[in-house]
């Protein structure tokens, strides 16, 4: 068995995963959601505090089976350096008591095997990473070769979200707030701008997305001011112009891309509308595209201990007194994952 490790932002999670089969045997996890709403966005001290008790009362229930395990994978980067932290500390604590390596794991890899959980890789996949900090897309053809094709110059889609939430007013986290509100609304009432349209950059960016949701908040008063049906069409809206960047974007790289497989990933890849406009451009290009199950397409621990699974067979452990963390490294296009 392998036991995993998420801590790298607001929800604390803890799997077990068989190595022999993919199977996915045990998975728990405690949402911050709740604490941070009041904040309208995580605020990491608090986030560690909670990953101080929340993880210890996860490693309970995996006791039937630690006597089993092979390796612990951790999440050592990106993330909050107070929130990584805890779970490493707790993950190096495991692995010495038990004389086990650690497996330090890449969060936005284990994204990407959120596509295998219970079930063998496959690869090659062109993937559009979507999420809370990044947006990307990625060529995967191996757990050690993953090029950066595209990535934001600015906020993420998963950011954008929360942003415009806590400008019209709403709680933590947008996205699903902004997604169900947009079932409502008209998204042609307010004309809001595609980014990067004119550009023939293939990046994304959506500062300027975000600050033409706040000139059109102060239009209508406000937030206090607007009403339901005001934030309804500003989220349709606002989702139609992420939509429209995304597929242009998209599209570019579809026209030189070879690789048949297409995979969206990330906790923003949830958006059902998102999902829908991702599809039928596959259909377009004649590419087929996969998703993760909706219930881990969010931060969680089997997506950590699935990549687990392939690194152990590819000998990618260490001693646990040399594994760190990697809060913030600088991703570019042309770089690796």
Known sequence: MILSIESSCDDSALAITRITDYKLLHHTKISQEAEHSHYGGVVPELASRLHATALPRLLEGAKPWLDQLKAVAIT?????????????????????????????????????YSLFIDKPTRLPLLVILISGGHTMVLRVRGIEDMEILATSMDD?????????????????????????????????????????????????????????????????????????????????????????????????????????DVAL????????YLREAIDSLCREFDKTLHVAPLEYCADNAAMIGRYGIDA??????????????????KLQQGGML
């Open 156 to 260: 993420s889609v998963g950011e954008s979200f929360d942003k415009t939430a806590k400008m019209m007013g709403l709680g933590y986290p947008g996205g699903p707030i902004i997604e169900k509100l947009a079932r409502g609304g008209d998204e042609d009432r307010f004309d809001l701008p595609i980014p990067l349209r004119n550009s023939p950059l293939i990046a994304f960016s959506l500062s300027g997305l975000k600050n033409a949701v706040r000139l059109t908040i102060e239009k209508l008063g406000g937030a206090e001011k607007m009403t339901h049906q005001d934030q309804c069409d500003l989220a349709a809206s606002f989702q139609k112009a992420i939509r429209g960047h995304l597929l242009q974007k998209t599209r570019k790289l579809f026209t030189t891309e070879t690789i048949p």
């Open 265 to 272: 990933v990330g906790g923003a890849s949830a958006n059902l």
């Open 76 to 112: 050592t980067q990106p993330g909050l350096a107070v929130t990584l932290n805890e779970g490493l500390m707790m993950a190096k604590t495991i692995a010495v008591m038990n004389r086990l390596p650690l497996i330090p794991v890449h969060h936005l890899k284990g994204h990407i």
């Open 312 to 329: 152990y067979h590819a000998g990618l452990f260490e001693n646990p007194q040399d594994v760190t963390i990697t809060p913030n490294r």
